[in-house]
């Protein structure tokens, strides 16, 4: 018994991460119901151009993380701006098969650049471990998964519930027509939207670059995982990111610990369809929305 | 006539496709003046409230408030220059609370500088809308939807305010409460363009009265000098001689 512990702390750290992959989908599917396929290979974007910060400009990897992360929202305001909201003017179904075409196109280009290999951020962080008893460390590199996951969930709930632009986007969001007749220039509220969910992107993009070896056509993994967690935690709902990201991460590393590391992810998908089963709008989710 | 109205409309057509909703419109509004628009069903009210809100683009014809062509602006910005539309049906945000609504109605740049005290204003107009700030739009009843639409409305500090329907699925003294509200925004200098089916109850507070027939619109001049019968032939189904006048292009 006592050797579970490790994984369900490990799971629990790891769901802070989870979170912070999932917020910027949360952010767009929910709230701006645009389903932006492309989320997950955003995010491996930023990990490679940590990448090249570190070992080609000789950057340490919170100075790469400085300089990468903010450089992504202008890229997601553009990329909502001049791509998306040109297909969004065309009806919903549109910018999916344009994010899917993205998705595609940003594969490749890393490819080409960077070969299929497996790549990490190299940093010294990854080897550390904090020991708190005789069966029980905490690996530093999780709980900064934690910290900044937190953190990124409890920035975007503010920025959403709290501000001028949050209210705008819900107003958007609801009733895009009534928002305009309230002054709002809805296209705009919607790329500085997926600037904030790209930066998110980018964050993760960052940490999980540190945490695990990633390749050029790691996004779609990074995409279904982001899938769960907001499934799990219920769409649209920042703290459910958080209690999402959690559950499939505790599910994960326990089923492995359990069940042997092959079945790390079939054990986090069948206690994603055990909560769906039981709540099926997520956790947090509300059924009316 | 004033010199130069603050909304003037002229030789407006709104097509939806290939169908055409309004035929060489022509309205305008002074400052201060309350204008009613009567007209039965699918007369081309509600487009032609949408057309100078830029929501719709007109096929022909110009929209000047204030001196400004609204020929190629987009709503948020026909919001800024001081118009504002109370849609029909009064699509309040259902997932926003009534304090948030009210804040929403404020997003313009010019808005945002006043609004402590625009809130105050609405929140003194309707005072029930202060009990209920903190709860969420589709939690409140048709009434106080309305008023938080036009609550919401004059957050944006409107010199044109236009009402589409406003006392649709009302009870009447709702209707009477709502209408009140709207003789005391007038008398702050707001100009209001408001559109009903109900008559009698939007001629009672207008200074002038437009018909509008199968997309065209024809001004039948002020309220006194009209009589019950003459506004009921002029908006349900009798031919108006204006209107036969300036049909000259009929498509
Ligand atoms: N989105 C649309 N697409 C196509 N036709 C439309 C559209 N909206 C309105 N119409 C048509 O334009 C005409 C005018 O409609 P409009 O809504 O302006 O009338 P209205 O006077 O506001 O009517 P009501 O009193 O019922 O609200 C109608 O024939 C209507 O069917
Ligand atoms: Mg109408």
Redesign the pocket.
Known sequence: MTDLIQPIVNGILLGGLYAAVAIGLSLMFGIVRLINLAHGDLMITASYLSLVMVEQVGLSPLTAAVMVVPMLFPAGFGLQKYVLNRALRRGPEPPIIVALGISIVLQNVLLLIFSPDARSIPANVAVLAVPVTENLSLPVIYLMGFGVGCTAIAAVHVLVRRTRLGRAIRAASEDDETARLMGIDTEYVHCCAMGIAVTTAAVAGVLVGMTFTFYPHSGPQYLLIAFGVIVIGGVGSMTGALAGGIVLGLAQLVGAHVFGPGHQLLCGYLVLLAVLAVRPHGILGRANS | MTPSPLLNVRGLD?H??R?Q??FHVAVHVAQGEVVALI????????????AIAALLAPSAGTIVFSGTDLGDLKPHQVVALGVSLVP?GRHVFGSLTVRENLLVGAHSRRARNAIRQSMEEVYELFPILRQRANIMGNELSGGEQQMLAIGRSLMSGPALMML??ISQGLSPLVIKAVYRTLSAISRTGTAVLL?E?DVRRSVSVADRVYA?VR?RAVCLGVPGSLTEDDLKKACFGFELQGARSSEGERS
């Open positions: 709104v939806y496709g169908f909703a309004l007209g039965g069903n699918s007369a081309g009210k509600s487009t032609l409230l949408r029909e589409d329907e559109v089916q509008m997309g």
